[in-house]
Each structure stands twice: as structure tokens, then as C-alpha cells.
């Protein structure tokens, strides 16, 4: 199935509002809320806040987690009906960590064009503001809140060679943190709180020091941690046997280890290949 997002079939808008600004938000997105039929929402108290600040009356319909599958059935009735509609989540991005994969993937199904807008979201300020390598990066947004399965989860990306990225409330913070110290190592990490607000903060340590002060801190949280670097290997250190399993051990095939180690020791590979293969 090929979109073609922009021609006269009815659309649903995934629109990103502001994560605390209000002022967090694009030209286009205002023009978008002002042109659809009908905006679902989140909570209707929180969007109303946002519409009346730009002078912006339309009808809103409550989308939130536990409505989703019902709702996805009214958001289906307008696109039909030939409506663009609106999508919003309390703040940020729906589908992020929000309601509204639901009705994206509904829509989408029933061959409707989801178009979703830029704007404003928490974790990519934070990732740029940490001081932690950007790239390569993964969003993991909230961990589970079972410690068992949280610990499951870690597991699985201790070694990760990427910058990671978790939401967390602020009740469950010092836990969390002490997870990723227990799994995770003491990394660097960096801790946002507040992104766009007038008490906006990044912290900047080990774990552990942040763990220390994590009872004292209020806020909605972004927790960037540094990706797992691999032991530094001295090679000199190892005999022929050890040195080809190591770069085997990092990803080389047999023939390519063989030829590296050859090369450190700068004699033939035949006999790194005989000495490797002793005993065998």
C-alpha cells in the first residue's frame, strides 16, 4: 500500500502539542486544528486549555487508553463520512508513550492517509541536551513498572551500542535508576526534567551520584544513558589461540581474524593458521 498523503482523501492528523510552552508549536499544526471537523483528544480539559489559548473552538472527543478501541470506531465513522480529523495527545506526539496507535493503525487498515506533523516532543531535546553521543540512538519510552520484568527488560539492552532512552513518573524514579545501576553499570547519564517549563533542569552524572539525589527531584523525567562500551582488549597480552578467538569473538570471520592477527605480528598467515588450528 503506497500513500499519497496529500490529495483530496480524508486524512487523520496526528498532531504534536506542546510538552509545556504552550508557545511549543508550529504555524501549520494551529492552521490543522483550525481546519478539521473534529479533534480527538486526550483529555478534553487539557486540549481545551491549549485551543483557547489560540483561539480555537472545535468539537472534542475524548481518546484516551481506555476508550481506545471503542473510540477508533467514531474516528472511522468521520473519515468515511469524507472529514479530516484531528489527533492529540495531552503533550507531545500520540503513539509515543500516549494513546493513538490505536486509531493510526485502524485508519490505516481502512486505507485512510495518516499524516502525522513535526513539533514538539520530550525525548529528542533531551538526547541532544545530555552530552551523550546522538547518534546511534534507541527510544525505549517506559520501562514495565513490575520489577521482575523491568529487570527482563534491561537485560536485553545491556549491551546495546546505543545511546538509550526511557521516560519515567516521578514515584517510580529512584527505583528505576537503581535497576539500571544494577544491570546497566554505573554509566553516565542524563537525567531532563521539565523539558520547555519554567523549571526545566539536566543533570549530569554517574548513576550512582543521581540515585543519592533522586528523592528530592519533581518533574516529568527523560533518562538518557550511555551506551555499553565494550572492554578494551590488550591483544599483546594474548597468545596466537586467544588473539584470533577475540576478533572472532568481535564479529570477524575465521579467515579475516587470522589475517588481522598475521598482520600484528607481522609474519605469514599460514602460520597463525596452523598455530590457531594446533591441537584440534
Do not use: W
Not at 509515543?96 to 485502524?106: H, L, M, R, W
Not at 597480552?237 to 572472532?248: P, R, T, Y
Request: charged share 25%; glycine share 4%; aromatic share 8%.
Amino acid at each position: 500500500m503506497i500513500q499519497k498523503s496529500y490529495n483530496e482523501t480524508p486524512t487523520l492528523y496526528i498532531i504534536p502539542t506542546p510538552i509545556g510552552n504552550l508557545e511549543d508549536i508550529t504555524l501549520r499544526t494551529l492552521n490543522i486544528l483550525k481546519e478539521v471537523e473534529v479533534i480527538f483528544c486526550e483529555d478534553t480539559r487539557v486540549t481545551r486549555q491549549l485551543l483557547n489559548f489560540y483561539n480555537i473552538n472545535k468539537k472534542l472527543i475524548s481518546n484516551h487508553q481506555h476508550n481506545e478501541y471503542e473510540v477508533k470506531e467514531k474516528i472511522l465513522e468521520y473519515l468515511n463520512s469524507g472529514y479530516n480529523i484531528a489527533l492529540v495527545s495531552d503533550r507531545g506526539t500520540p503513539g509515543i508513550s500516549d494513546p493513538g496507535e490505536v486509531a493510526i493503525k485502524y485508519a490505516i487498515q481502512n486505507n485512510f492517509n495518516v499524516v502525522c506533523l513535526p513539533g514538539a516532543n520530550a525525548l529528542i531535546p533531551a538526547l541532544v541536551m545530555s552530552g551523550l553521543d546522538t547518534q546511534p540512538f534507541m527510544f525505549y519510552g517506559f520501562l514495565n513498572s513490575k520489577p521482575s520484568k523491568q529487570q527482563e527488560e534491561l537485560e536485553k539492552l545491556k549491551t546495546f551500542e546505543s545511546t538509550l532512552i526511557f521516560y519515567e513518573a516521578p514515584h517510580r524514579l529512584k527505583s528505576t535508576l537503581i535497576s539500571i545501576y544494577n544491570i546497566l553499570g554505573d554509566r553516565k547519564i542524563a537525567l531532563v526534567r521539565e523539558i520547555s517549563k519554567l523549571h526545566e533542569e539536566i543533570i549530569r552524572d554517574n548513576i550512582s551520584k543521581i540515585i543519592e539525589i533522586a528523592d528530592t527531584l519533581k518533574g516529568e523525567f527523560v533518562i538518557i544513558v550511555d551506551k555499553y562500551h565494550k572492554p578494551k582488549i590488550d591483544y599483546t597480552s594474548l597468545d596466537i589461540k586467544e588473539q584470533v578467538q577475540s576478533f572472532i569473538n568481535d564479529g570477524l570471520s575465521e579467515k579475516e581474524a587470522i589475517k588481522k592477527v598475521a598482520k600484528l605480528r607481522n609474519v605469514i598467515k599460514n602460520e597463525i593458521y596452523k598455530e590457531y588450528h594446533r591441537g584440534d
